[in-house]
């Protein structure tokens, strides 16, 4: 069986299909799912539209010739996220497998090791490396550069005052679960989530065309998710105190936001504020369902959206890596028996994935 081919589920459709039906109409008054008659064919058709998807993921890895160590590190982070998504032990598995596989390829080429020894990255290269130091580690084998990653990133932070408050933000949640921790309040005033909280969100994409000005709005949008997915260790725990005091603006925000991607037909934007909003435990409402129904039907046969607007050399690697991680997380979500669980398994103590934002004393996120 190829790693991506799921095994049947233990439960039928139409059983976990109704329990989902409930759970949803007790946080939603109107879920719009009257029956399982009226539910199966978009569980399939979204059941489908993964496979299809995978199946692309698989005939076409990124390489060093395709996609660069960015979209390297960008499946890895796809294939964590789908593997905490998955139900059954035995898929989370063999997505895990599937990760490691690609994890120890990434530690021997020389793009990465000379990204990390190079002294002039800038803060958003070091993103990148510590996602990919932060992904070694939650597969048990911390990288023998994760010191030299963590220290580059380290003085970058300290000398980029003039950075977006996005990009300073992940890199100071990053550093604290690799054990650098960073004093966040600043941080979390100056970010878009607060911005959202205070009323004043970033504004949506009148269009899809490259042009400055709506580029400029697109880039703060995926802004707020990346805000989201690092204070949620990308979904894995839940919002800080934090980030739970402003959760109901936020939602109201991703939500509104994947609506107006969706009129604009941005494939990747939508699948990221799906899983933001996944994320923060968000209800399946009209709003979702019609992104996550668009995402399927919009799937071109091979498995991809399509070329997307994009400064990346490979036009559709993201989008369907993040559409299907927001698919697959739409479809567990029928099966888990409502919106409100958390996604995959939440750190246990002592793991090597970080102490989490909520035991950092420079963060004070419990106390806000």
């Known amino acids: 069986m190829p790693w991506h081919r799921r095994e049947p589920p233990a439960t039928p459709v139409s059983r976990l299909l109704v329990t989902w039906v409930c759970a949803v109409t007790v946080v939603a008054a109107d879920c719009g799912l009257a029956t399982p008659a009226d539910a199966t064919p978009r569980l399939a058709e979204i059941e489908a539209a993964i496979d299809r ?5 698989e005939q076409n890895p990124a390489t060093p010739q395709d996609g660069g160590l960015g979209d390297i590190i960008d499946e890895a982070v796809s294939f964590s996220v789908l593997a905490g998504l998955q139900n059954r032990p035995a898929d989370r598995a063999r997505f895990r497998r599937a990760l490691r596989t690609r994890l120890a390829r990434l530690e ?11 002294p002039y990255n800038a803060l958003f290269a070091d993103y990148h490396l510590l996602l990919a130091a932060y992904l070694l580690r939650q597969a048990g084998r911390p990288s023998a550069l994760e010191p030299t990653i963590v220290e580059g990133a380290r003085r970058t932070l300290d000398a980029a005052a003039d950075a977006p408050p996005t990009v300073r933000l992940t890199v100071a949640v990053l550093l604290g679960r690799l054990g650098e921790p960073v004093a966040l309040d600043a941080l979390l005033e100056q970010s878009l989530l607060q911005r959202i909280a205070e009323g004043n969100p970033p504004k949506l994409p009148s269009s899809s065309r490259w042009q400055p000005d709506e580029q400029r709005r697109v880039v703060e949008i995926y802004g707020v998710v990346h805000e989201v997915v690092a204070l949620t260790d990308f979904g894995r725990l839940p919002p800080p105190p934090w980030l739970a005091a402003r959760r109901g603006a936020v939602v109201a925000f991703l939500t509104e936001a994947a609506s107006g991607a969706r009129a604009v037909g941005n494939v990747d934007l939508v699948a990221e504020l799906v899983l933001g ?15 996550l129904d668009w995402l399927a039907a919009t799937q071109l046969p091979d498995g991809s959206w399509g ?9 559709r690697r993201h989008a369907v890596l993040t559409a299907v991680a927001a698919l697959q997380a739409y479809a567990n979500t029928l099966a888990a028996g409502g919106p409100e669980q958390r996604q995959g398994e939440p750190p246990q103590a002592g793991q090597a994935l970080g102490a989490g934002l909520e035991s950092q004393p420079s963060a004070t996120l419990d106390a806000r």
């Not at 998807?53 to 993921?57: A, Y």
């Not at 021997?108 to 190079?118: I, S």
């Not at 909003?277 to 992104?291: T, W, Y």
């Not at 070329?307 to 036009?315: H, M």
């Open 277 to 291: 909003a996944h994320f923060l435990g968000a209800p399946l409402d009209a709003p979702l369902r019609s992104a």
């Open 307 to 315: 070329d997307a607007v994009t400064n990346r050399t490979n036009k």
């Open 53 to 57: 998807g995978l199946s692309w993921i």
């Open 108 to 118: 021997t080429l020389p793009d990465f090791q000379e990204a990390v020894q190079w």
